[in-house]
């Protein structure tokens, strides 16, 4: 092959690869999961957008916002390949399959390509906004 041609060509076979090595790519065991986020307020991004933050505490305890100042409180847990999450105010869990991606996690909806994917994005240095409960007459 030409070295010329090898040149222009490296670029775009290693793009194509990409995806590829993404999946074979182990998920986070709860184990690394927990080691990762205990004690930890983390950010994350969906589509170079805030998505939304969550507090990780001691025995799997979480509390989550869409950083609109509505708190939700609940717990995750192993189940299988996915890290689901269980909150008080909602009926279904929430199962995500995470990945270490140098020092921060990567975490897709159900494993399912074409789903929600989220990037952490960095640590909080201030506490979680939530605001209190809203009252009504």
């Excluded at 507090?55 to 717990?75: A, E, I, M, Q």
């Excluded at 929430?94 to 020092?103: K, N, R, V």
């Excluded at 909806?109 to 994917?117: I, S, V, Y």
Aim: aromatic share 14%; net charge negative.
């Amino acid at each position: 092959m030409n070295p010329a041609l090898a040149l222009v060509l490296a670029p775009a076979l290693l793009l194509i690869s990409l995806p590829e090595a993404r999946a074979a790519e182990p998920p986070m065991t709860a184990e690394e999961f927990d080691a990762h986020t205990q004690g930890r307020t983390l950010y994350f991004y969906a589509e170079g957008q805030a998505y939304g933050i969550e507090r990780y505490r001691p025995d799997h305890r979480v509390t989550w916002s869409f950083l609109d100042g509505r708190c939700k409180d609940g717990r995750w847990y192993q189940q299988g390949r996915f890290i689901c999450f269980a909150y008080d105010d909602v009926p279904e869990p929430q199962c995500w399959t995470f990945y270490a991606e140098g020092d921060r996690l990567r975490a897709l909806f159900e494993d399912r390509p074409g789903e929600t994917e989220l990037y952490e994005a960095g640590e909080a240095d201030q506490p979680m906004m939530c605001l209190g409960p809203e009252v009504g007459a």
